[in-house]
Nanobody
Framework: QVQLVESGGGLVQAGGSLRVSCAAS????????MGWFRQAPGKEREFVAA????????HYVDSVKGRFTISRDNAKNTVYLQMNSLKPEDTAVYFC?????????????????????WGQGTQVTVSS
């Protein structure tokens, strides 16, 4: 069982930066690939970024490439999403999620249903 708690959301002006974090419980964090998703009002939850269990490989949706960076610290059981050059369209609730190594190796990191555990989300609002 893995429990995930996001933090670090808030209000920022367009062009600004924000880092959201996701702290995981349990001693098996390093065996899970991690993903960040977001959900804007009235829209479906969408994939943002993912990172392999060992932090070696990262993936991004095209709309955030070059602006967002996902990273993890397995010693601290934490995954981060550094968001730079924020735009109003980045406004959403951001969720982290954990996916088993085996599932990740099947290339399913973009799929919501392929994740086993979810956090409660943190709100990110970008004003224009």
């Amino acid at each position: 069982q893995v429990q995930l708690v996001e933090s670090g959301g808030g209000l920022v002006q367009a062009g600004g930066s924000l880092r959201v974090s996701c702290a995981a419980s349990g001693r098996t964090f390093s065996t899970y690939a991690m993903g960040w998703f977001r959900q804007a009002p009235g829209k479906e939850r969408e994939f943002v970024a993912a990172i392999s269990w060992n932090g070696v490989v990262t993936h991004y949706v095209d709309s955030v490439k070059g602006r967002f960076t996902i990273s993890r610290d397995n010693a601290k059981n934490t995954v981060y999403l550094q968001m730079n050059s924020l735009k109003p369209e980045d406004t959403a609730v951001y969720f982290c999620a954990a996916q088993s190594k085996l599932t990740y190796l099947r290339g399913t990191y973009r799929s919501l249903t392929a994740y086993d555990y979810w956090g409660q989300g943190t709100q990110v609002t970008v004003s224009s």
